[in-house]
């Protein structure tokens, strides 16, 4: 290491420091009567330095009668201070690439900086046993005996590998220890742990992993226990962040993980663990997932742009789910698949996060979660696989989801969001509109359901699911786009589903599989991209009335299915060119009967005018079936219906004023015709109607209700009308409260300064609180007027207060007035004016101190430096100078950098100092008759010099219109003028020492 590197840090001051120390120590023979300047050095060093390092004992050394022996010991000290203190930076420890991968943000959720000190380059670090760690321990001189008041330290490390390396490892131990502000480069595994316990691992960097099949992990754990892992740093590794196996009672916290190809914490067989509070961001699968894992803690956790949230399979049992926050997930946001008992309590998931996904999870508690879309999807096999133990409180879209079982008999509330109901009967869900959900209603184990006249679109998987559910009406029900199942009817018997409207359905419109019995009449299949009808090995349900349009595949698709009634359909235009039905079966003699169906490219010939077509109908697949009836005519009797304009607002209860929105539900033409709307209201609760709008073309109407009188018996009615003549209507469900009259502000009336005052210096202004009637915010502006109202000045906006403190030493002397005006959130306004002119006399001298405009709080600076204020305001316009000090401990000791400065701006080199986190500035501003005012920074900013790379930077503010100069170097300093001062100061203690 060449002396250029090794003094191309250091300060010149604090060089010409150390050279004038070592040339008192060479010239002095009676230094130890006198105080030693060293030690003046160390407690400076101890003050400054930003690592806090206490340079213990060094304080109380005494000094030796003879010179000689003063003059070793102050040089030992001195490169002790430098070496440990970090006021000058070994290069050949510093790693050439930046600590941050330049293609990976980090997580715009929380943020972790790179620690502002070097590393030390160190070889990977191999332990076996307890023995290994006390004799590595002693050769590496790390600090620490291994205890829990005193355990091992190991700190400060720079350790760069390969993908054949593991990079630091340590097995069948228990002895304390702990890893800390390290960085850990490119190893096979950046940690592994083997039977070890007792680990503290802080505050780390480890970054790209690499390796085969199975590696490339940052942290993997095996077999280990009541350790902990908090604030690391973990990006960009080929396989997961953590991974964890046959562990317990770690505690994994406040570390933020991104960039990690698989996954980022991965627990397999591991017990009564904590995770909290950490960030994991940008996998291509699971945040967090537990694998047959009992009793650990999941809270707090930001997870986002992940393939799955939190999953959780194989009798991961008894966890708690609680307070996290998901966000952009690609499948679900929390998934639980064969594990029971689990608690999700409070998690939040928005509209990018997906679902909660039950699958074959039994007895889970599931309360005050809150889901942007999607909601909750369940699976299962038996009844068993679908109870739960407690789902109460939670919502999706801002409405509760309802999750019922074993109820007997009832109506679900007409709000829902959501409706999941598992072994009851007699319940009924009406006129109801549900979008942006996973499934918006699952009956499980269900009988008798009447499900009518509701509207579903946007559904992820089905619209309606039945499992098991048998003996219900699913009627006049409409599902539109995008949605992917439109009814999904799985193991359910004798239902009768009929005058439903099914239009593009992502996948299969209808999807029936295992059920018997069912009646299918009088629905309309419309644009399906799948098949119209999914039948599978479903045996005796008749098929009847339907109309089935424009389906990318075939209408009616037979699978192992049979002995069901097929008859009196139309089908048009489904699956062009080919067989718009399909039967396929395993056993060719087991036929579907499929008659008197209107197949439009199949219409003559028809010889006796019977309206049957001469020849039958093929059917595609392997049971060479045929509709030996095919008509020449369609029914058509049954299709065109428009869906039902669902009121949102205002639907009953309300208290409205000013002007309002109107909002409604889109209505579905079955036959794709265009709508328009038209609006009505009412005043006298429905008894006569009043024309608002018509001819409307979108779902919302603004309405000022200004225009008609108060009153407490309104109701809106909304018509909506296709474009050949059909219409359906909705109405309030309930009057609401028209009451504009009734909203009035109070007068905010002026108390002080009201009239007859001699005011100066800094007076409060006073006035009465307004009060809104409807309890709206109200907001105060203050004007003043110097020529007895004929104009106004601006004094102050969006006061929330009825107090305001003003300086008047600036304005000049005569009669004013004060105006208060009140302002509420719905535009009302009150205002008053003082009842008389006041005086003000004249100046008095006052003084507006600077503010500081940069460093401000939060910087990170380096290089020169240009410090920022505004300028002080004297009343009498008297000179102002400035006096700048920094401190480098939070204010706690302050050092004048500048003083009687006359302009608003000072430059800087912040290499004059040590790299540290506590600094702060404070500008004196002093006029010259002796007023002072002064301002400090609102927060701490950050020194940081060390790990820069190039020759000269600047710093200067946002704003600035100073530039700066970067010149990129290899990482090295010209040597300066203090460098050689050094350098002959050592050689003649040298020569000295030599001479004694």
């Known amino acids: 290491m060449c002396l250029e590197s090794f003094f191309g840090r250091m300060s010149g001051g604090f060089l010409l420091l150390v050279a004038v120390i070592v040339f008192i120590s060479l010239h002095s023979s009676k230094l130890y009567k006198g105080v030693n300047p060293i030690i003046k050095v160390i407690r400076f060093v101890s003050r400054t330095n930003p690592r806090k390092f206490t340079l213990i004992g060094l304080t109380s050394m005494k000094l030796s009668k003879k010179p000689e022996i003063n003059i070793k010991l102050n040089v030992i000290i001195l490169i002790y201070i430098l070496v440990s203190s970090g006021l000058f930076t070994w290069y050949v420890f510093v790693p050439p690439q930046t600590h941050l991968l330049a293609s990976e943000p980090l997580s715009p959720i929380r943020n972790f900086a790179v620690p502002m000190f070097s590393y030390l380059t160190h070889s990977s670090i191999f332990i076996d046993s307890n023995s290994a760690f006390i004799s590595t321990a002693t050769s590496e001189s790390w600090p620490g005996n291994g205890s829990v008041a005193s355990p091992y330290q190991i700190t400060n490390y720079n350790i760069t590998g390969s993908s054949a390396d593991t990079l630091i490892e340590i097995r069948n131990t228990n002895l304390y220890f702990t890893i800390g502000d390290c960085f850990l480069d490119r190893g096979k595994f950046g940690i592994l742990f083997s039977n070890v316990t007792n680990a503290v691992v802080f505050n780390n960097t480890i970054q790209r992993s690499k390796g085969l099949v199975g590696q490339g992990d940052a942290i993997v754990l095996s077999s280990c226990f009541t350790s902990n892992f908090t604030h690391n740093r973990i990006i960009g590794h080929d396989h997961i962040a953590f991974s964890i196996g046959n562990s317990g009672s770690l505690d994994i916290s406040y570390n933020n993980i991104s960039h990690n190809r698989y996954g980022g914490i991965y627990l397999s067989s591991s017990h009564n663990n904590t995770l909290t509070y950490n960030s994991l961001l940008n996998s291509s699968r699971e945040g967090i997932s537990l694998w047959d894992s009992q009793d650990n803690l999941v809270s707090n956790n930001v997870i986002v742009d992940q393939g799955k949230g939190i999953y959780l399979s194989s009798n991961a049992n008894t966890n708690n789910i609680t307070h996290n926050m998901f966000g952009n997930i690609g499948d679900n946001g929390i998934r639980i698949t064969s594990s029971y008992s689990n608690r999700l309590i409070n998690n939040t998931l928005n509209e990018t996060a997906r679902n909660i996904f039950l699958q074959t999870a039994p007895n889970n508690t599931l309360i005050d979660n809150h889901l942007a879309v999607l909601g909750i999807h369940i699976s299962g096999d038996t009844l068993t696989d679908y109870l739960q133990t407690q789902v109460e409180n939670n919502w999706i879209n801002s409405r509760p989801l309802i999750f019922w079982q074993h109820i007997n008999g009832g109506v679900v509330p007409s709000d829902a969001g959501q409706v999941i109901l ?491 100092v040590a790299d540290g986190g506590t600094y702060l500035i404070k500008i004196i501003a002093t006029c010259s008759e002796g007023l002072i005012g002064e301002d400090i920074s609102d927060d701490v900013f950050s020194i940081q010099n060390v790990l820069k790379t190039t020759t000269e930077s600047s710093t200067v503010p946002p704003d600035s219109s100073t530039t700066s100069t970067t010149t990129t170097t290899s990482g090295r300093r010209s040597p300066s003028w203090s460098f050689f001062l050094v350098f002959i100061s050592l050689l003649s203690l040298f020569i000295y020492t030599k001479r004694d």
């Open 422 to 912: 598992v072994n009851c009967t007699l319940m009924e869900v009406s006129d109801q509109n549900f979008f942006n959900l996973t499934s918006a209603l699952q009956f499980i184990y269900c009988t008798n359901m009447t499900i009518t006249n509701n509207t579903v679109s946007n559904a992820d998987y089905n619209g309606i699911y039945l499992y098991n559910t048998h003996m219900s009406i699913i009627q006049g029900n409409i599902f539109y786009r995008p949605i992917s199942i439109g009814l999904y009817i799985v193991y359910s018997h004798n239902n009768s589903i009929f005058e439903n409207t099914i239009i593009e359905c992502e996948d299969t419109s209808v999807y029936v599989w295992g059920s018997h019995q069912n009646n299918f009449s009088q629905n309309s299949i419309t644009r399906s991209l799948g098949w119209g009808m999914l039948i599978g090995q479903a045996n005796n349900n008749t098929v009847m009335l339907n109309l089935y349009q424009n389906s990318s595949f075939e209408s009616i698709y037979c699978y192992d299915s049979n002995h069901n009634h097929i008859e009196r359909n139309d089908f048009l235009f489904n699956n062009l060119g080919n067989s718009q039905a399909f039967d396929d079966q395993t056993n060719p003699t087991l036929k579907n009967i499929f008659s008197y169906n209107y197949w439009n490219a199949w219409t003559s010939p028809d010889n006796d005018s019977d309206r049957i077509v001469d020849q039958p109908y093929d059917i595609g697949g392997s049971a060479n079936n045929q509709d030996l009836y095919p008509l020449t005519l369609p029914y058509l009797l049954f299709v065109h219906k428009v869906s039902t304009p669902v009121l949102i607002n205002p639907n009953g209860g309300e208290i409205l004023s000013g002007m309002i929105t109107i909002q409604w539900a889109m209505s579905i033409d079955s036959w794709d015709h265009n709508i328009s709307y038209t609006l009505f209201y009412s005043s006298d609760n429905g008894f006569s109607w009043n024309l608002l709008q018509t001819g409307l073309s979108v779902t919302t109407y603004d309405w000022d209700t200004n225009t008609v009188a108060d009153g407490s018996e309104y109701l809106i009615q909304v018509i909506a009308n296709c474009s050949e003549g059909l219409i359906t209507t909705d109405f309030s469900d309930g009057p609401f409260l028209i009451e504009n009259l009734k909203h009035v502000l109070s007068i905010p009336h002026v108390l002080y300064p009201n009239g007859g005052e001699i005011l100066s210096g800094e007076i409060s202004v006073h006035w009465n609180t307004a009060t809104d009637s409807w309890n709206h915010l109200v907001l105060y502006t203050i004007y003043y007027s110097s020529n007895n109202g004929a104009t106004w000045s601006l004094l102050v906006s969006d006061l929330v207060s009825n107090v305001y403190s003003w300086n008047i030493l600036f304005l000049d002397e005569g009669n004013y007035l004060i105006k208060v005006v009140a302002n509420c959130s719905d535009g009302l306004t009150a205002a008053d004016i003082s009842d008389n002119i006041f005086s003000i006399t004249a100046k008095s001298h006052g003084f507006s101190p600077p503010q500081i405009i940069y460093p401000n709080g939060g910087e990170i600076l380096s290089g020169n430096v240009q410090f920022q204020w505004t300028e002080g305001v004297d009343s009498l316009n008297h000179t102002i100078t400035y006096d700048l000090y920094l401190s480098y401990d939070n204010g706690v000791t302050w050092f004048k950098l500048g003083s009687s400065l006359m302009s608003a701006s000072y430059m800087w080199n912040s290499t004059s």
